[in-house]
């Protein structure tokens, strides 16, 4: 059969944000995958020249909706370095938390969006409906559902009482026992296997040439995870990169699934070391020089480059986000797939297009 | 055949959803909603209108106003925070939809007995 050219997106069924793909199949199985950004360009970073550097971090919070807090943190981390500042101990202890139940809701989201990315409606269902417990958790402490707004130069605006945190672990056990249930439907069902267990492998070598990030790259069996370069308090909490080595849909199924537990342990690591102290400590001066910062998104490895010239408003902010990276992963995953797991394989990256175009 | 449990707990349990106009969901005590002011209280010195990321306060001090545009406010609750009196507030709830855009303004009287207007 002749090829036929075939233009997947922006507007479809699966994807939860704009990406198009220009597909050219053969007999139902792709050959090659062109892909086209920039349908929600908002010129985030330019913004950086019109507001100044403390209305900024409310700024890159805004840049993704699902992992807000952790682009705060990673923006304030920047800026801390540049103006030579020492968070407190307490500050990184709630920072840590609130950047892993972002994880747990983030993992949860794209459980749920997977499920449903081949079909498996109810499933998607029980995964949103547990994740709104944690949504909850975060309503509470931070008074915002998702964009949190905690995160402050030289430390978090917030504290959390020890009522809370009390609640927040009753709330987690729950979580835990309820994603648990889970388990067998969404890794050991047949159905299920048939649309993950050996489509889309991303070998070892591939991933790493093409530099993917995050749960894309330590399905495929590199152990690299940006909380093991110890910022905020994770280095002194006892974790290792959660790590599979098929590089099939399945394999990166399997990473997200035991990083919700992951996380959740984390959270009551950081609770049970968290220390007593200030909250945040007054900045002086203004961000003088350039910094790269980098965390850990539920995606990936998410990058900041701040350059500011002892004013009050920086000179360059570029975001470099974890689904940028993992784009070129996918193009190589597509070629030779059949049609209709082309949205099982895009969702498999996690993708967040906002973030991508900012 | 695994979804069985979860199938007959969920028959046997109540709804994970509210019925909404009947049974409001109860805000939490520190949820941040609608931006509020105590007119009166206030020095209309605009440290607010400085820190706002959206740039959504104006606050004019020869004519004694306090405005905000509340479809620009993004709910951080920055103003509260760095507030010297402390004369702003945000309710735990969301604003209510409205049909038109509007400024709110609020106008201090010169007498600090008198109450803040709102339009």
């Known amino acids: 059969m002749a090829k036929t ?55 890159v919070e805004r840049v993704c909706g699902i992992c807000s807090c952790m682009h705060a943190l990673c923006y304030c981390q920047g800026i801390e370095s540049l103006m030579g500042l020492e968070v407190p101990s307490r500050a990184n202890y709630l920072r840590t938390i609130w950047a892993e139940m972002h994880r747990i809701h983030s993992h949860l989201l794209w459980l749920g969006l997977f499920a449903d990315a081949f079909g498996f409606e109810s499933l998607f269902m029980q995964f949103w409906r547990i994740r709104e417990r944690v949504m909850d ?128 342990d984390l959270v009551r690591q950081a609770f049970s070391k968290l220390p007593e102290g200030e909250l945040a400590v007054k900045p002086k001066g203004l961000p003088t020089g350039e910094v790269i910062s980098r965390v850990e998104q539920p995606r990936g490895e998410c990058l900041y480059y701040i350059r500011g010239a002892g004013k009050k408003f920086l000179e360059r902010v570029r975001i470099r986000t974890p689904t940028f990276a993992n784009i070129p992963p996918l193009l190589d995953m597509l070629p030779g797939c059949d049609l209709a797991d082309v949205p099982v394989l895009i969702l498999t990256i996690d993708p967040c297009i906002s973030c991508t175009e900012r | 055949m695994f979804m069985t449990k979860t199938i007959l707990k969920n028959l046997l349990t109540k709804y994970a959803t509210r019925l909404y106009p009947f049974h409001k969901r109860e805000t939490f005590k520190h949820s941040k909603g609608e931006l509020k002011i105590e007119m009166d209280k206030c020095i209309l010195c605009g440290v607010c209108q400085m820190r706002c990321p959206s740039q959504c306060i104006k606050v004019d001090k020869q004519a004694k106003t306090w405005e905000v545009d509340p479809f620009a406010c993004v709910y951080c609750g920055v103003c509260v925070d760095v507030c010297p009196v402390k004369c702003l507030y945000q309710e735990s709830l969301y604003r209510t939809p409205l049909a038109e855009k509007d400024m709110v303004v609020h106008v201090q009287q010169p007498k600090e007995s008198a109450e803040p207007a709102a339009t």
């Not at chain 1, 086209?36 to 700024?59: S, T």
């Not at chain 1, 040439?209 to 940006?226: C, H, V, W, Y």
């Open chain 1, 137 to 264: 958790l975060q309503e509470e402490t931070a008074g915002n559902r998702v964009i949190l707004s905690v995160n402050q130069v030289g430390g978090v605006r917030r504290d959390i009482s020890a009522e809370s945190a009390q609640w927040i672990l009753d709330t987690l056990k729950k979580v835990e026992k309820e994603t648990l249930q889970l388990k067998s439907t969404i890794l050991d069902d047949y159905t299920v296997k048939l649309r993950t267990v050996g489509k889309g492998v991303l070998t070892k070598e591939k991933a790493y040439e093409l530099g993917a990030a995050g749960p894309t790259l330590r399905a495929s069996g590199i152990a690299q995870d940006m909380r093991q370069t110890g910022y905020a308090a994770y280095s002194e909490l006892d974790f290792a990169p959660v790590v599979e080595t098929d590089g099939d849909c399945y394999a990166r199924t399997v990473v997200r699934f035991n990083e919700v537990f992951q996380a959740i």
């Open chain 1, 5 to 59: 050219v075939l233009p997947f997106g922006p507007q479809h069924p699966v994807l939860p944000e704009p990406l198009h793909l220009t597909l050219t199949i053969e007999d139902e199985i792709v050959k090659e995958a062109i892909p086209k950004l920039g349908y929600v360009h908002r010129g985030l970073e330019k913004l950086a020249e019109i507001r100044d550097h403390n209305q900024m971090i409310y700024i």
